[in-house]
């Protein structure tokens, strides 16, 4: 943060500081603006930062080939996830749908260039917690998302401890493949069997999806997967 004098307005305002080399890709410069408004990275699930090809939050510069570079600005970057947008609130409560405990049919549209009133976002609470939970959205390569991989959707597992995973199945540190695009006729099945996301049927600017959530709340108060109702978000770094 930087304490200035902005347009009357005297206070401390977010503020990124650029190195000389993040202008000639402006991907960069929407990453670090993100982390202005708040955004943390997101990550694949194998202990790096910059290998979610499916956010600028993270791998900005992913597919940056002459149909994603601009001749004055360099590489574009792609939108961020669908979590980020409901972080900083840029998402509408009637945008996101909660999947609590049972069974649930939704269609969601595309994040980026939405064409109609579906859900933007589904959320899936993991034990009745507000701190770790499944994200699915759906990523088409129109407008920012002209360079994500494939037309899709894209699960995210989020725990305010270490922040937001892209759900990747075949494990082979490669985000921008088919394990992490969830298709027509697929199902993600979390690691307890508890919840599942199926991807049921294509839409022209979107998908429908069944959800089931099994995972009850513990009755125990004291249970330890009630840490996460007190936890508070990591500080990232740039």
Not at 211 to 218: G, K, M, R, T, V
């Amino acid at each position: 943060s930087s304490y200035l004098t902005l347009d009357g307005v005297e206070q401390s305002w977010r503020t990124t500081w650029e190195p000389p080399w993040a202008y000639s890709d402006i991907s960069v410069i929407y990453h670090e603006m993100g982390h202005g408004f708040g955004m943390p990275h997101s990550s694949g699930d194998y202990g790096y930062v910059y290998d979610n090809v499916w956010d600028v939050m993270s791998a900005d510069r992913y597919n940056c080939d002459d149909a994603h570079i601009d001749p004055v600005y360099g590489c574009l970057g792609q939108n961020t996830i669908a979590f980020h947008h409901d972080l900083v609130e840029w998402l509408a409560p009637e945008q996101i749908y909660s999947a609590d405990v049972g069974s649930h049919i939704l269609t969601l549209e595309q994040i980026d260039q939405p064409a109609t009133d579906d859900y933007l976002m589904a959320k899936i609470p993991v034990e009745g917690s507000s701190n770790h939970f499944f994200t699915a959205e759906v990523r088409r390569r129109v407008g920012y998302d002209a360079k994500v991989p494939g037309d899709a959707v894209i699960i995210h597992e989020v725990d305010f401890d270490w922040g937001a995973h892209v759900v990747d199945s075949d494990w082979n540190e490669d985000t921008s493949d088919e394990g992490a695009m969830w298709r027509v006729g697929e199902t993600f099945v979390d690691d307890t069997g508890e919840i599942s996301i199926t991807v049921d049927a294509a839409t022209p600017t979107g998908f429908e999806i069944s959800i089931e959530n099994n995972s009850e709340p513990p009755t125990d108060p004291y249970e330890p997967n009630d840490i996460w109702q007190d936890a508070t978000p990591i500080a990232y770094g740039a």
